[in-house]
């Protein structure tokens, strides 16, 4: 930056843009100005007739013929040659986005300190002052900032010395006498000590903090190392395992194959041993019969009556097996055996494979999670619930997707099933629930709100099939009179807000099963703590001939 004792930069500054002299010129007045400058300010006021200088208001008739000042050209380079010495790297040029000096003309230096006091940034020449004049060095001195306007009343435009503890925040000492007259006020700097040394207890507690966290993440690690070498172990485990598995089916069907290969083998020879025997027969009785065809021609007596006895005596017949009157023989009872042996495999696999994933589902990583609270928590675990009508009771009509039940007048035209309810107008859900999950019901009538294992009876007496009157089922009964719940035949009576639509979280893991009324708010029912040992199906009954309809909602 240029010093004063040699230029003043002020001087050689276009009072137009305010910076250095650009091919500067100068009108008829004295004033000068860049060129761009003047030109530009005179054609944005082409209507006027006549020209006039910015500064001085000097008016011109016709428009001033504008010749470059050589003389000011060269002052203004040595200006810039001074500024480009004086501005050491110690003192850069200030760039967009940095805080600049205030003080400084033309091209403005970047600030390093800003005065709370003074309300101004300084570069570090112009800074001097506040390290020099003892009035200046009681002044509160700050990393530079732009954020300076914030400890300004925006109302009486003074800087915010006070703290009002009633209203919580800073203000001037106009406000003080003013809106905030009475209230419970001291000075920012003793507020400010007093934070300062809560902010010490604060930091003492984060700190705490980050190191209870950093131990957690260590803990956590291990816990996913230890995860997945487990993980990896069980995987190649059950991996040998079901190859054991496939080996010893393979080998099953292989000896299978070998059986019944064998007992062809054996069969079929016999077969053609007893073919061989039938041909050779056949052969000796068609030669008796061309001899005797042949003596029937004779016409000679004698040779006629002394070959006759001998050609006419049959040997005897062979004891061989009859082929009569017998079944066309089949392997159909083996392929059924094998069938019913694959079905058995099937079922087992089947079961087993409820056991596994549950197994599965139940080795976690992470600690236990907080259990929901707000019915936006709940939303978190939503799940798509569609009903099965392969087990829908012949008194039920499902709609919208099968999501919804409705309680018929009469019986519906529905195949049979094995999976169909036969005594119970109940209904279950398609897939099985395990894990977090959550849904809602809106229903009408009177309707059972159910979970249930999928071997629940679907024939039989009342208490085998009916939803919460064994230990297969749990059920929420809901109808004008309330609300009622039951499990293994046990009722418990319950008082809650009513509502027609039900809210019902499962958590699968931990065993726990809960029902909510659903309105403006959301209050619980109803909670169950046990044990599940199955995926739970979703499902609905309706016990009364009044009618009823229950619909899973959409929570999408």
């Given at each position: 930056m240029a010093q004063k004792g040699i230029f003043d930069q002020e001087k050689l500054s276009c009072?137009?843009?305010?910076?250095?002299?650009?091919?500067?010129?100068?009108?008829?007045?004295?004033?000068?100005?860049?060129?761009?400058?003047?030109?530009?300010?005179?054609?944005?006021k082409l209507e006027e007739k006549t020209h006039s200088c910015p500064q001085c208001r000097q008016s011109f008739t016709e428009r001033p013929v504008l010749v470059k000042n050589t003389i000011l050209a060269e002052l203004v380079e040595e200006v810039k040659k001074v500024g480009l010495q004086a501005a050491s790297p110690d003192e850069p040029y200030a760039e967009p986005g940095d805080v600049t000096c205030d003080f400084c003309l033309g091209k403005k230096l970047k600030a390093c300190k800003s005065c709370l006091v003074c309300m101004a940034s300084f570069c570090e020449q112009h800074l001097q002052p506040h390290y020099n004049v003892a009035l200046l060095k009681k002044h509160k001195l700050v990393e530079a900032t732009l954020k300076l306007q914030e400890n300004v009343c925006s109302r009486h435009d003074e800087v915010m010395k006070i703290f009002c503890r009633t209203d919580q925040k800073c203000i001037c000492y106009l406000c003080s006498m003013d809106d905030h007259k009475g209230h419970d006020m001291v000075s920012a700097a003793a507020e400010r000590a007093d934070r300062q040394t809560e902010l010490g207890a604060s930091r003492q507690k984060l700190q705490q903090r980050v190191r209870d966290r950093e131990k957690d993440v260590k803990v956590l690690q291990q816990r996913v190392k230890a995860f997945n070498q487990s993980a990896d172990a069980a995987v190649r485990d059950s991996e040998e395992i079901f190859t054991d598995l496939i080996r010893l089916i393979k080998k099953r069907s292989s000896e299978v194959k070998q059986q019944i290969r064998?007992?062809?083998?054996?069969?079929?020879?016999?077969?053609?041993?007893?073919?061989?025997?039938?041909?050779?027969?056949?052969?000796?009785?068609?030669?008796?019969?061309?001899?005797?065809?042949?003596?029937?021609?004779?016409?000679?007596?004698?040779?006629?009556?002394n070959n006759y006895p001998s050609l006419s005596r049959l040997s005897?017949?062979?004891?061989?097996?009859?082929?009569?009157?017998?079944?066309?023989?089949?392997?159909?009872?083996?392929?059924?055996?094998?069938?019913?042996?694959?079905?058995?495999?099937?079922?087992?696999?089947?079961?087993?494979?409820?056991?596994?994933?549950?197994?599965?589902?139940?080795?976690?990583?992470?600690?236990?999670?907080?259990?929901?609270?707000?019915?936006?928590?709940?939303?978190?675990?939503?799940?798509?619930?569609?009903?099965?009508?392969?087990?829908?009771?012949?008194?039920?009509s499902l709609s919208n997707r099968n999501r919804k039940a409705i309680l018929m007048a009469a019986d519906q035209s529905y195949s049979v099933l094995s999976d169909r309810f036969i005594e119970r107008w109940q209904v279950l859900s398609k897939d099985g629930l395990t894990g977090r999950c959550y849904w809602e019901v809106e229903w009408s009538g009177d309707a059972d709100i159910a979970v249930a294992y999928k071997d629940i009876s679907r024939t039989g007496t009342r208490d085998e099939c009916g939803f919460g009157l064994n230990d297969k089922s749990w059920a929420l009964r809901c109808d004008s009179g309330g609300y009622t719940f039951k499990h293994n035949n046990i009722k418990s009576s319950i008082s809650g807000h009513w509502s027609s639509r039900i809210g019902v979280y499962l958590d699968h893991k931990e065993g726990t099963l809960s029902y909510y009324s659903i309105s403006e708010t959301m209050t619980l029912l109803h909670r169950v703590q046990t044990t599940f040992t199955q995926p739970l199906y979703p499902g609905f009954w309706f016990r009364s001939n009044t009618g009823g309809t229950a619909e899973l909602c959409d929570l999408s």
């Open positions: 009072s137009i843009c305010l910076d250095l002299l650009k091919d500067p010129v100068t009108i008829s007045c004295g004033h000068s100005y860049c060129m761009s400058c003047i030109k530009d300010y005179w054609d944005e064998s007992q062809q083998e054996a069969q079929v020879s016999q077969a053609k041993e007893l073919e061989e025997k039938l041909q050779q027969e056949i052969t000796e009785l068609q030669r008796k019969d061309t001899d005797l065809q042949q003596l029937s021609h004779s016409e000679d007596h004698l040779h006629f009556l005897e017949s062979q004891d061989l097996p009859s082929v009569e009157n017998r079944p066309l023989p089949s392997f159909e009872e083996v392929t059924a055996a094998v069938t019913e042996a694959r079905d058995k495999v099937n079922a087992v696999l089947s079961e087993e494979g409820t056991k596994i994933s549950l197994a599965v589902t139940e080795v976690d990583v992470l600690p236990l999670q907080v259990e929901p609270r707000t019915r936006a928590d709940f939303m978190k675990y939503s799940c798509q619930i569609t009903l099965d009508p392969n087990t829908v009771n012949k008194r039920l």
